[in-house]
């Protein structure tokens, strides 16, 4: 039976021969149930067969189709699922057909957890024979809903459980090339970049990376996702990201540009908390935002704050809590510098 067929052409079990020795097992909700539910015909009675064979324990290929219905009933039984994974096992059925009723039913139903467990569980029984299907079906996915967290949850545990890193990061970068804004897809290329085995690792990375993340920037300063992105390059090396130059430029650049200053403003903010010296070209750009109303005397990290609370009105009280404990902030994370200095040293 095709999982898309209208349930109109289905036969009720009491009619079909082959379940005439079966005795189905209704719902139990009690003598006075308060709020009953309204289930179809159709509903009721394939759960109460499928309750009977169930409470039998039977592992036969009528069971496996009445899971099938069952499914194609309610895709979130999770019950009828793992019985179904009972039966599968009992009988030996070609796991690969099993890939295709799955894909049959995840077809509509994109977001159900219990399908997405049972294909993992497919793969993890095919092991690598499963692999380039699993990405392709991840990708059909994402054509449709690229930020589907349940594909791309399954997509990381093939990676990192059956192998296929050869082409992520390319698939990566063709999915930021379809659309730079797309967070899901540069959440992915971190993750290539420090799980692959196959690149070296982050502080292997990360020159090529600083490079094409400030490329980014400069193209669209006003997306928060190559930003988020060129702080996690550094992460736990904050002297390096003090002292790396591409990020000083990128910063000058959006900086005096007619461009969405937030995010640059934003990220020089926690540079100078963390030690950074800027350039004087860096302190007249900030100089050339500033507010009127701001006295010529005030600190740099407060000009920053300032030019904020009116850049970014939403988070106008978070900018002026900023501004009034920036002296604290600052002492705070040069401190954690040298700390994670010491240890990395140790």
Known sequence: MDCREVTKTRIPFKERSDWADVKPVPQDDGPCPVVPIAYTEDFSETMDYFRAIYVADERSIRALQLTSEAIQLNPGNYTVWQFRRVVLEALGVDLHEELKFVDCIAGENTKNYQIWHHRRWLAEKLGADAVTNELEFTKKIFSQDAKNYH?????????????????????????????????????????????????????????????????????????????????????????????????????????????????????????????????????????????????????????????????DPMRVKYWNWRKSTVRVQSAQSQNADRLANLSMQG
């Open 151 to 311: 594909a791309w949850s399954h997509r990381q545990w093939v990676l990192q459980a059956l192998g296929g890193w050869e082409e992520e990061l390319a698939y990566c970068q063709q999915l930021l090339d379809d659309d730079i804004y797309n967070n899901s897809a540069w959440n992915q290329r971190y993750f290539v970049i420090t799980r692959s085995p196959l690149l070296g690792g982050l502080v292997a990375m990360r020159e090529l990376e600083v490079n094409y993340t400030v490329q980014a920037i400069r193209a669209s300063p006003e997306n928060e996702s190559p930003w988020r992105y060129l702080r996690g390059l550094f992460k736990n090396d904050t002297q390096s990201l003090v002292q790396d130059s591409q990020v000083a430029s990128v910063l000058l650049d959006v900086l005096t540009s007619q461009n969405s200053h937030v995010h640059a403003l934003s990220f020089l903010l926690d540079l100078l908390c963390h030690g950074f010296e800027p350039s004087q070209e860096l302190k007249s750009a900030v100089d050339a935002l500033t507010p009127q109303s701001c006295s010529p005397d005030l600190a740099l990290t407060k000009k920053i704050c300032s030019i904020l609370e009116h850049a």
